[in-house]
Nanobody, 118 residues
Framework: QVQLVESGGGLVQAGGSLRLSCAAS????????MAWYRQAPGKQRELVAT???????NYADSVKGRFTISRDNAKNSVYLQLNSLKPEDTAVYYC????????????WGQGTQVTVSS
C-alpha cells in the first residue's frame, strides 16, 4: 500500500509558476513510476507527466517546455514545476504511483487545486 499526499496548489496569474509536491509513504518508492494527472471541470482526467524509477520522463504535448517533473527517491517525493501557466492549466492535479512490474498496484493522491487567472 502506498499513500500519496499532494501539496503546493493555489491561485496564480497567467504566466506565473507553481511547484507541486507529492510525498509517498512506504519504503519501496523506487519501484514505482510516478506521474501527475489533472482533471478540469467537465473534462476527463488526463496524463500530464511521468517519471520512471530510473528518472526517464515523458510529458503531454500541452505542457512540454513549461512543466518539469522530478523525483527525490531519498525523500520519497515527486515534484511538478509549473511555469508559464495558462488559464487552461486550471485543474485538480493528482499524483499517481504505479508499480513498475505490477500495473495493478496503482495509487492516487487526493488532488491539489491549481487555478490560473487571466
Amino acid at each position: 500500500q502506498v499513500q500519496l499526499v499532494e501539496s503546493g496548489g493555489g491561485l496564480v496569474q497567467a504566466g506565473g509558476s507553481l511547484r507541486l509536491s507529492c510525498a509517498a509513504s512506504g519504503s519501496t518508492f523506487m519501484l514505482y513510476t510516478m506521474a501527475w494527472y489533472r482533471q478540469a471541470p467537465g473534462k476527463q482526467r488526463e496524463l500530464v507527466a511521468t517519471i520512471s524509477s530510473y528518472g526517464s520522463t515523458n510529458y503531454a504535448d500541452s505542457v512540454k517546455g513549461r512543466f518539469t517533473i522530478s523525483r527525490d527517491n531519498a525523500k520519497n517525493s515527486v515534484y511538478l514545476q509549473l511555469n508559464s501557466l495558462k488559464p487552461e492549466d486550471t485543474a485538480v492535479y493528482y499524483c499517481n504511483a504505479e508499480h513498475r512490474s505490477y500495473s495493478s498496484r496503482s495509487y492516487w493522491g487526493q488532488g491539489t487545486q491549481v487555478t490560473v487567472s487571466s
